[in-house]
């Protein structure tokens, strides 16, 4: 019992925690942004695989960092449009399409990462992003769980501001919000439901490559086969989750990471009598015990999954 | 402007429609292959070498086929009802992991009884792994999707765990795999010097059922309407909750018998890396087959076509063999977009219709 205690009285504890949130947070924010629009987007696991693969993969061509979150937004982008195409201007099954996107956008991240590097024995690396401010990571709490941290962490919680804003404080938002519950009434007032939903599954597509950038630009150095691991299906629990709030969506990606961080540290300390694997299962458990607790009350966007022709109701 | 207006009958596109995809997707090949700076055309000849060259290559395709028929099965009959099992990866190993179970030394029992015996138990198992989704769905009104997949995870690290503790064979040097099957409970081989396993003639059979239960019973037609419009089904007198549990353990036993194939016809022991991913490239067989049993068939040896081809290229050749993954995913986005030029005949004029 004092082992929970001292782990929950540790800054490196919530240190970690916002570190493994980080990349769900990009994820949930953009998973949201799709499904508020009214489509679902369950190309995320291989959009998230883009992402980490293309950020990478600049960088270790000689880009800069930035130059690299960007081109990992770019490629998330594509897959993005490509996922739009099929289910807001062919009207094809969301789920089918974003199964889709998924198997081309991870077989096409592996297959460029091995032609480029077709038989190294260990990844090679490069210079990943470093913490903020260093200098300020001497204040007590604050200093260890916020200013260690990397600037993709910032610009994700900045990110969680951002989309609250649009979708909460402006007429942009207002049309994204109402395109995913009623495209007729968007419709009718003239504005392009099709354009909307296009820009905001765009946009979040981004989002969510900016979450597979994370993981090998500031998580880790290097581009594994695997490394996504089903981040971008929990970031699906997650929104529902979260009803669809991006404050709900920060609060449940840290909640999960705080829960991930621990199973880490319990892991260590009854590796000898429980089997590793139960900590390893956990996360995965718990996303299906969250989306099965508030599934009754979850309120989807109403024109989720449906897509929407001028003209046909 | 475009206009889409709905085509009165598919006609040839139906059919059509899966075999422009597939070629489509085989000649968008030339695009990576370029870029990894392959001969184009020796590349493909190389495909169709390893595929169509010898006895023992099409042997290879077959075998390769069987579990992907199955698992197209499982996609196929879950999607007809709008049952989202995007778990067959997890399935297939509950299989795997049940023949194991019983077929390494608990029961000893002659062929006769042993075979049957891990083909029930796998399947029975596949089907339990689905149906812990569907009641959730059913009884919580959780989303299946997204369940069945977190279970795909969950499931593989209880296979790691079970082959490091229980189900690890004390002979295997260290190496977290399982004991070997009973020679009385492997699947027999079909053909000489080749991997050729009963495990072809067992997914057949299931093709075969599969279009007979869905197309001529009251239970594939209740399937069917459940898919089409649960509200009007319910309303129809049918108890959907409980088509869905039906279709559930139906699809997933689909599954564990791929499972069951894999470890007792060809493997002859459980590891943590049994399926390359054939759960997930299951759904996109059902969709090459247009959700038809019979098409499952056709479209499984497609794809195993793929990748038997694309595996023996890259070897010559040294390209990524990601190229078959690469190669039966654009299929699946190639048939999706085919579907929908079946579906709508796209003009084009100058000014919208109000």
Known sequence: ?313 | MIQLTPREEAGWLAVGAPVIAGLVALALAAIPLALAGAPILAAYAQMANSVFGSTFAMTEVLTRAAPLILTGLAAAVAFRARLWNIGGEGQLYLGAMAAVWVGTGMIQAPPIVMIPLVLVVGALAGGVGMLGPAYLKTRFGADEVVTSLLLNFIILIFVQMMLEGPLKDPMGLGWPQSEPILDEAALPKLMERTRLHAGLLIALAAAAITFVIMSFTIWGVRVRAVGENPAAARHAGIRVSRAYLGVAMASGALAGLAGVGEVAGLKGYLTADLSPGYGYTGIVVAMLAGLSPVGVVVAALFVAGVFVGADGMSRAMGVSSFLADLVVSVSLIAVLVAGFFARFRVTWSKRAAS
């Not at chain 1, 190309?43 to 693969?53: D, K, L, N, T």
């Not at chain 1, 289910?87 to 089918?96: A, C, E, R």
């Not at chain 1, 990844?123 to 709490?141: C, Q």
């Not at chain 1, 909460?168 to 099709?194: E, F, H």
Request: aromatic share 12%; net charge positive; with cysteine.
């Open chain 1, 1 to 313: 019992m004092t082992d929970l205690l001292q782990i929950f009285l540790s800054d490196s504890f919530y240190a970690a925690s916002l570190r493994i949130a980080t990349p769900l947070i990009f994820g949930v924010l953009g998973a949201l942004l799709c499904e508020r629009a009214g489509v679902l987007n369950l190309g995320i696991e291989g959009i998230f695989v883009v992402g980490a693969m293309s950020g990478w993969m600049a960088v270790w061509l000689g880009a800069d960092l930035w130059t690299g979150v960007l081109a990992a937004a770019l490629a998330g982008a594509v897959f993005g449009a490509l996922h739009a195409v099929l289910t807001i201007f062919m009207g094809l099954s969301q789920h089918v399409s974003g199964l889709g996107v998924t198997l081309f956008a991870s077989s096409a991240a592996y297959f460029t990462y091995r032609t480029a590097l077709p038989e190294v024995a260990s990844p090679p690396r490069i210079e990943p992003f470093r913490a903020v401010a260093p200098a300020l990571s001497e204040i007590p709490f604050l200093g260890p769980v916020l200013f260690s941290q990397t600037a993709l962490t910032w610009l994700a919680l900045a990110l969680v501001v951002l989309v609250w804003w649009v979708l909460d404080r402006t007429p942009l938002g207002v049309a994204i919000k109402a395109v995913g519950d009623n495209p007729d009434a968007v419709n009718a007032q003239g504005l392009s439901v099709r354009r909307l939903r296009f820009g905001a599954v765009v946009a979040g597509s981004s989002l969510m490559a900016l979450g597979g950038a994370f993981l090998t630009m500031s998580a880790f150095d290097a581009f594994f086969f695997g490394m996504v691991n089903g981040r971008g299906w929990i970031c699906i629990a997650l929104v529902i989750f979260a009803s669809w709030r991006p404050g709900k969506a920060l609060l449940g990606a840290i909640l999960f990471g705080m829960f991930d961080a621990l199973q880490v540290r319990l892991q260590t300390e009854a590796g000898a009598v429980v089997p590793g694997q139960i900590f390893l299962m956990a996360p995965y458990i718990l996303s299906i015990v969250a989306l099965v607790v508030v599934a009754r009350r979850a309120e989807y966007p109403r024109a989720l999954l449906r897509p929407w022709f001028k003209g046909q109701r």
